[in-house]
């Protein structure tokens, strides 16, 4: 049988070096009262906010494109379209 001082682990004594003495536990007082109703969200009012924050931050982007590009694509378009229509004239008459 092991020393009453010494630990014993797996047939080897185990050297107690460098660890520091525990401390006596101490009981910390909480408070074991939920918070009153008014005072925190519920988790349900919190995962709505998550969600309409996420589709405000995702349908952000597709409506900034919307409003900012859709000009300069239409323009970008009809230039396009006259440009190919002279191109198209000048063909027939070199054909």
């Known amino acids: ?3 009453p001082g010494r630990r014993r682990q797996s047939g080897r004594y185990v050297s107690a070096y460098g660890t520091a003495p525990r401390a006596p536990r101490s ?6 009262t939920p918070p009153p109703p008014g005072r925190t969200l519920s988790l349900r009012m919190t995962l709505l906010v ?3 924050g996420a589709g ?19 323009a970008l378009g009809a230039a396009t379209e006259a440009i190919a229509a002279v191109g198209a004239d000048v063909a027939q008459r070199a054909g």
């Open 50 to 52: 998550v969600v309409l």
């Open 56 to 74: 405000v931050y995702a349908g952000t982007l597709p409506l900034y494109l919307f409003f900012k590009v859709s000009r300069p694509a239409l």
């Open 1 to 3: 049988m092991a020393a």
């Open 27 to 32: 009981v910390t007082p909480r408070r074991l």
